[in-house]
């Protein structure tokens, strides 16, 4: 099984909301990924967690806030966005170890939550 | 530092006919390479990866992929196109680090 799942599929939210998007996986991975994509272009990346902690920030501004809960489970919490901000949120997961190769170096990913800001 | 280059923003080609994506790369050491598919509105889904074993990948969906590293090349083929196949392609490399690096993506386009 090599699924990771994400909720909502869609979000549509005001300036001024607070929301969350979710991001699941049971594979044992302990490398979760945040990435913002725009259309027609490649994801950007936004956060990595490795081990449960916090290992890139890529510069991202605050009001996107990760959290992962424990191994299995990787949140965006998201206040006081911009109509920029709209895009799709994709999530990835890997093994997580540096030392092997083969399976433990990809990424998988989710579906993603299509965003709209208005 | 690593970098992936994508030759070609956009392919089209005619369905049953060969499929090329060309897909080169920069790296300090032998490097982990992928390849990519997304669907409108949908998330990436592996076709295939290069780890240092074969130079010659199959993945799926009858497509493959052949690291030659005196080119620096990693290009995607496909013997003959299927219209599911029209989507974007990104070729993906990692570092030590296990940092992944996107190509800019080709759009490939399939026409009946």
């Known amino acids: 099984d090599t699924e990771v799942t994400q909720t909502p599929k869609h979000l549509v939210m005001g300036m001024t909301n607070k929301k969350s998007l979710k991001c699941e996986q049971h594979?044992?991975?302990?490398?979760m990924y945040w990435y913002k994509q725009k259309a027609k272009k490649p994801p950007e990346l936004m956060f990595v967690?490795?081990?449960?902690?916090?290992?890139i920030n890529e510069s991202v501004p605050s009001r996107f806030s990760p959290e992962c809960p424990n191994s299995s489970l990787l949140n965006l919490h998201l206040h006081a966005l911009q109509p920029e901000d709209s895009a799709l949120y994709l999530c990835?997961?890997?093994?997580?170890?540096?030392?092997?190769?083969?399976?433990?170096?990809?990424?998988?990913f989710g579906p993603g939550t299509r965003l709209t800001v208005l | 530092a690593q970098s992936v280059t994508q030759l070609d923003s956009h392919v089209s080609v005619s369905e049953g006919t060969p499929v090329l994506l060309r897909c080169n790369y920069s790296?300090?050491?032998?490097?982990?390479l992928f390849w990519y598919v997304q669907h409108p509105n949908k998330g990436l889904q592996l076709l295939l990866k290069y780890t240092s074993a074969a130079t010659l990948v199959k993945g799926i969906n009858g497509f493959e992929a052949e690291f030659k590293k005196s080119e620096t090349s990693f290009h995607l083929t496909k013997p003959s196109a299927h219209m599911s196949d029209a989507a974007e392609y990104f070729c993906?490399?990692?570092?030590?680090?296990?940092?992944?690096?996107f190509g800019t993506g080709t759009s490939l386009t399939v026409i009946p």
């Open positions: 594979m044992g991975h302990r490398a």
């Open positions: 990835a997961s890997r093994q997580g170890s540096n030392r092997a190769r083969g399976r433990e170096d990809t990424q998988y």
């Open positions: 790296s300090s050491y032998s490097p982990s």
């Open positions: 993906v490399v990692s570092d030590r680090r296990n940092q992944f690096y």
């Open positions: 967690y490795s081990y449960e902690k916090l290992s």
